[in-house]
């Protein structure tokens, strides 16, 4: 047995109404299940919002700071190839870029290469060419320490002469369909 919340009436555990003042019992469990998935979606609503006032469009040698971790390029290449088996085709260039992370959080941080995309002055958003950079470090996938930091290459193959080139950053490429901020190339 328990009391009516209202008249204090004796009434059954399970009783959803008083069956003296007919006024509705609430169930404490249904209020913190809704509070939880109020917080939730307020959680979700402000980092939405987080990621919308964030700036999304930096040049070449802008730092981008998200989420504590700087992203920068500190190079930008391009060439037709060194060597057999390195060469790009007819009418095409390799862009290598070189990639700066530094995780100024106080956390560790997963990175990969394949957050980052370029698109070219036709809007063919490409993912890496190459997984081999000849003698550079190439940027792979790992984690990185708080206070740590990683440069590497990563390496397109576009049409020569494209001057709208953009290196675009994903938080999650697989799950996210805008990108969290891009460089255009000078």
Known sequence: MKKCKYCQTEI????????KCQKKQSHPIRWIILGAIAIVIIGIVI?????????????????VTYKDVEYSITKVEKTTGSNVYFQAKDSYEFVKVTIKIENK???????????FQMVNGDG??????????????QLNF???DAGGK?????????K???????VRYYENVLFDNNYTFQWTLD
Do not use: H, M, R
């Open 150 to 158: 990683i440069e590497g290459v990563i390496i397109w193959e576009q």
């Open 12 to 19: 059954d555990k399970k009783a959803s109404v008083c069956p």
């Open 142 to 144: 790992g984690e990185l």
């Open 105 to 115: 959080s106080n956390q560790k941080i997963s990175y990969n290469a394949l957050n």
């Open 124 to 137: 063919i958003e490409a993912s890496v060419y190459s997984i081999t950079a000849e003698d550079d470090v």
């Open 160 to 166: 020569k002469n494209d001057k709208d080139l953009k």
């Open 47 to 63: 980092g939405n919002k987080e990621k919308e006032n964030f700036q999304k469009e930096y040049n070449q040698n802008d730092i």
